[in-house]
C-alpha cells in the first residue's frame, strides 16, 4: 500500500505529462537497461603471506570494503546483520524523526515513539521474528513480524498487542543510509498505523557505506528515486528494469541535473520513497529529462475508466456529515481503489494535516454508481451511507 502522501501524486503526474505524448512513447520503447558499470571501489589486496606479531585491526562498519551487496540477502542470517542498530522512521511528508527502532540479533526489540497528539514520547520492548511471505525457505525472508508479549509494559503494548507484520518491499542504499520499505500485512492496527496512519513505513539507518557502482552516462533508463536534494540539483537513483525488479547492486546513486533542467518543477512527492522514473542522462551522466511513470489500474478495475477522483470527491462532499467535517478543516486524500459488493470503489480518507504529517479519522468510498460507503473500524466492514 502507498503512504498517505503519495495518494495525490495521480493528479501531479496527469498535469506533469500534459506537455505531450512524447513522454508515453518513450515509456513504450523502454528496453532491458544494460547493467551498470562495475564501481571504481576495489578489494584491498591481499596480505602478505608473511604472518606478523602485530595484531590487524578490525575495520568498523562504515570502513567495511563491501566487495558483495549487503542487502542483496543470502539467508536470514544476512538480513539480520543488517538489521541489527537503531532505525529511524518519519511520517508521511515529514522529514522530521517521530520514532527509534532499536534491533538485536537475538531477536528483541527496543522503540521510542513520539506521540503525534501531545508530544510525549513513549518506550516499550517486543520481540520480532522474520518470516517468509513472497520468497521461497530456500531463501532470505522477506517479512518482519514484530510482536508485544506479556513481558511488554509499556504504553505503545497497552493500546495494541500487535507491532505490526510487515513485508519488505523494497530497499536500497542511499547517501550513507540503509533504506527499507515496509508494508503492513496483518489485519487490525500496528503500532505505525495507530499513531501515524501509516500502513506503508519507511526504515532508515545510517552506516557510513558507500555506493560502488557508477552513474549511468548517455542512457535511457527507469529508476527510483530514492532522495532530491533542490540546493544542489541531486536526486539519488537506484536503477530498475522494465518489469521494475533492481539492476545490480541496491545502490542509489547521486545525479547532477544539467543545466536545463530544473528539478524543482518535478512532482516532490514521486522524488522520494521509491518513485519510479523514466531518466535520461548525457555524456557527462547529468539528467537531461526525468518523466514519472504512471502505474495503470488492474483489469478488474476497467469498470472505473472515466470515473475520476474529483468526480468521486465531489459525490462525498454531497453528504451532510462529509459537508461538516470539511467546515471543521478536514482534508481529503485519496486511498486507492477497493471492491465492495463487486463494484469498484475510490477511496477517500478524511482527516487533518499539517506540515509533518496526515492523521487519517474517517475513511469513505465511492463507487462509479453513485454509491457512497462508510469504513467501520469496529467491525472491519464497509457500510452505505444514507444519503436521505
Given at each position: 500500500?502507498?503512504?498517505?502522501?503519495?495518494?495525490?501524486?495521480v493528479?501531479?503526474?496527469?498535469?506533469?505529462?500534459l506537455?505531450?505524448?512524447?513522454a508515453?512513447?518513450?515509456?513504450?520503447?523502454?528496453?532491458?537497461?544494460?547493467?551498470?558499470?562495475?564501481?571504481?571501489?576495489?578489494?584491498?589486496?591481499?596480505?602478505?603471506?608473511?604472518?606478523?606479531?602485530?595484531p590487524?585491526?578490525?575495520?568498523t562498519?562504515?570502513?567495511?570494503?563491501?566487495?558483495?551487496?549487503?542487502?542483496?540477502?543470502?539467508?536470514?542470517?544476512?538480513?539480520?546483520?543488517?538489521?541489527?542498530?537503531?532505525w529511524?522512521?518519519?511520517?508521511?511528508?515529514?522529514?522530521?524523526?517521530?520514532?527509534?527502532?532499536?534491533?538485536?540479533?537475538?531477536?528483541?526489540?527496543?522503540?521510542r515513539?513520539?506521540?503525534?497528539?501531545?508530544?510525549?514520547?513513549?518506550?516499550?520492548?517486543?520481540?520480532?521474528?522474520?518470516?517468509?511471505?513472497?520468497?521461497?525457505?530456500?531463501?532470505?525472508?522477506?517479512?518482519?513480524c514484530?510482536?508485544?508479549?506479556?513481558?511488554?509494559?509499556?504504553?505503545?503494548?497497552?493500546?495494541?498487542?500487535?507491532?505490526?507484520?510487515?513485508?519488505?518491499?523494497?530497499?536500497t542504499?542511499?547517501?550513507?543510509?540503509?533504506?527499507?520499505?515496509?508494508?503492513?500485512?496483518?489485519?487490525?492496527?500496528?503500532?505505525?498505523?495507530?499513531?501515524?496512519?501509516?500502513?506503508?513505513?519507511?526504515?532508515?539507518?545510517?552506516t557510513?557505506?558507500?555506493?560502488?557502482?557508477?552513474?549511468?552516462?548517455?542512457?535511457?533508463?527507469?529508476?527510483?528515486a530514492w532522495?532530491?536534494?533542490?540546493?544542489?540539483?541531486?536526486?539519488?537513483?537506484?536503477?530498475?528494469?522494465?518489469?521494475?525488479?533492481?539492476?545490480?547492486r541496491?545502490?542509489?546513486?547521486?545525479?547532477?541535473?544539467?543545466?536545463?533542467?530544473?528539478?524543482t518543477?518535478?512532482?516532490?512527492?514521486?522524488?522520494?520513497?521509491?518513485?519510479?522514473?523514466?531518466?535520461?542522462?548525457d555524456?557527462?551522466?547529468?539528467?537531461?529529462?526525468?518523466i514519472?511513470?504512471?502505474?495503470?489500474?488492474?483489469?478488474?478495475?476497467?469498470?472505473?475508466?472515466?470515473?475520476?477522483?474529483?468526480?468521486?470527491?465531489?459525490?462525498?462532499?454531497?453528504v451532510?456529515?462529509?459537508?461538516?467535517?470539511?467546515?471543521?478543516?478536514?482534508?481529503?486524500?485519496?486511498?486507492?481503489?477497493?471492491?465492495?459488493?463487486?463494484?469498484?470503489?475510490?477511496?477517500?480518507?478524511?482527516?487533518?494535516?499539517?506540515?509533518?504529517?496526515?492523521?487519517?479519522?474517517?475513511?469513505?468510498?465511492?463507487?462509479?454508481?453513485?454509491?457512497?460507503?462508510?469504513?467501520?473500524?469496529?467491525?472491519?466492514?464497509?457500510?452505505?451511507?444514507?444519503?436521505?
Amino acid at each position: 500500500m502507498n503512504r498517505r502522501i503519495s495518494k495525490l501524486l495521480v493528479v501531479f503526474v496527469v498535469l506533469f505529462l500534459l506537455s505531450g505524448c512524447s513522454a508515453l512513447e518513450a515509456w513504450e520503447k523502454i528496453w532491458d537497461p544494460k547493467e551498470p558499470a562495475t564501481g571504481s571501489i576495489k578489494p584491498d589486496p591481499s596480505p602478505p603471506e608473511e604472518s606478523t606479531n602485530t595484531p590487524v585491526p578490525q575495520p568498523t562498519e562504515n570502513e567495511k570494503d563491501l566487495t558483495s551487496d549487503p542487502l542483496d540477502f543470502t539467508d536470514e542470517d544476512a538480513l539480520k546483520s543488517v538489521l541489527e542498530g537503531e532505525w529511524v522512521y518519519c511520517p508521511p511528508a515529514s522529514d522530521s524523526p517521530a520514532a527509534w527502532i532499536t534491533f538485536s540479533t537475538d531477536g528483541e526489540f527496543h522503540v521510542r515513539l513520539k506521540d503525534p497528539q501531545d508530544g510525549a514520547v513513549l518506550e516499550d520492548t517486543g520481540v520480532y521474528h522474520l518470516d517468509w511471505w513472497e520468497t521461497e525457505k530456500e531463501e532470505a525472508p522477506d517479512m518482519i513480524c514484530l510482536e508485544f508479549t506479556e513481558d511488554s509494559s509499556g504504553p505503545i503494548s497497552n493500546k495494541t498487542s500487535s507491532a505490526g507484520d510487515h513485508l519488505i518491499r523494497l530497499k536500497t542504499l542511499c547517501d550513507g543510509e540503509v533504506l527499507l520499505g515496509l508494508m503492513q500485512l496483518n489485519n487490525g492496527d500496528s503500532m505505525f498505523s495507530l499513531y501515524f496512519s501509516d500502513t506503508a513505513p519507511f526504515l532508515r539507518r545510517y552506516t557510513g557505506w558507500q555506493p560502488q557502482e557508477e552513474i549511468r552516462k548517455s542512457e535511457t533508463f527507469c529508476a527510483q528515486a530514492w532522495k532530491v536534494d533542490y540546493e544542489t540539483q541531486t536526486v539519488w537513483l537506484d536503477d530498475i528494469n522494465e518489469g521494475f525488479d533492481n539492476i545490480g547492486r541496491y545502490e542509489a546513486l547521486p545525479y547532477q541535473a544539467a543545466s536545463q533542467m530544473d528539478l524543482t518543477s518535478l512532482p516532490s512527492q514521486v522524488l522520494v520513497d521509491g518513485g519510479i522514473w523514466l531518466v535520461r542522462t548525457d555524456e557527462k551522466g547529468q539528467i537531461f529529462e526525468m518523466i514519472p511513470h504512471v502505474f495503470e489500474i488492474d483489469d478488474e478495475y476497467d469498470e472505473l475508466e472515466g470515473f475520476t477522483e474529483e468526480e468521486a470527491a465531489m459525490l462525498l462532499s454531497e453528504v451532510q456529515e462529509v459537508q461538516e467535517y470539511l467546515e471543521q478543516g478536514m482534508t481529503m486524500f485519496f486511498d486507492g481503489v477497493t471492491e465492495i459488493e463487486d463494484e469498484p470503489c475510490i477511496m477517500i480518507s478524511l482527516g487533518r494535516a499539517d506540515e509533518e504529517i496526515f492523521v487519517s479519522e474517517f475513511s469513505y468510498a465511492v463507487s462509479p454508481t453513485g454509491r457512497i460507503y462508510f469504513y467501520d473500524a469496529s467491525t472491519y466492514s464497509w457500510n452505505i451511507v444514507d444519503m436521505e
